[in-house]
C-alpha cells in the first residue's frame, strides 16, 4: 500500500515556474514507477510525465517536453515535476501516480493511466495569461 500527497500546487502567471513534489508513505518504493497526470475541468485526465523505478528512464507528452522534468529520489520516497515556461494550457489539477512494477526491469514505466494502482489528492496549478 502507498499513499501519495502531492504540494507546491499555486498560482502563477504565464512563463513563470513551479515545482510540484510528491511524497510516498510506504515501503519499498523503489519498486514503484511514478508518473505525473493532470485534469483541466471539463476534461479527460491525461498523462504528463513518467520516471522508471530506478530514474533513469523517462517519457513525457509532446507539449510540455523542454519545459518541464520529472525526477524522483528513492532515499527520500519523494518525486518531483519541475515545470518551467509554463502556459495557460498547462492550468489544471496535478495528480502524482504509482505503479509496482515488481518484478519488472529498473527501466520500465508506463504511460497509461489504467496502469497505475495508487493516486495522490491532487494539486491545482493555475497559469494566468
Known amino acids: 500500500q502507498v499513499q501519495l500527497v502531492e504540494s507546491g500546487g499555486g498560482l502563477v502567471q504565464a512563463g513563470g515556474s513551479l515545482t510540484l513534489s510528491c511524497a510516498a508513505s510506504g515501503r519499498l518504493f523503489s519498486w514503484y514507477a511514478m508518473a505525473w497526470f493532470r485534469q483541466a475541468p471539463g476534461k479527460e485526465r491525461e498523462f504528463v510525465a513518467a520516471?522508471?523505478?530506478?530514474?533513469?528512464?523517462?517519457n513525457y507528452r509532446d507539449s510540455v517536453k523542454g519545459r518541464f522534468t520529472i525526477s524522483r529520489d528513492n532515499a527520500k520516497n519523494t518525486v518531483s515535476l519541475q515545470m518551467n515556461s509554463l502556459k495557460p494550457e498547462d492550468t489544471a489539477v496535478y495528480y502524482c501516480?504509482?505503479?509496482?512494477?515488481?518484478?519488472?526491469?529498473?527501466?520500465?514505466?508506463?504511460?497509461?493511466?489504467?496502469?497505475?494502482?495508487?493516486w495522490g489528492q491532487g494539486t491545482q496549478v493555475t497559469v494566468s495569461s
Open positions: 520516471i522508471s523505478t530506478s530514474g533513469g528512464s523517462t
Open positions: 501516480a504509482a505503479k509496482n512494477a515488481f518484478p519488472s526491469g529498473s527501466h520500465y514505466l508506463t504511460t497509461q493511466r489504467k496502469e497505475y494502482d495508487y
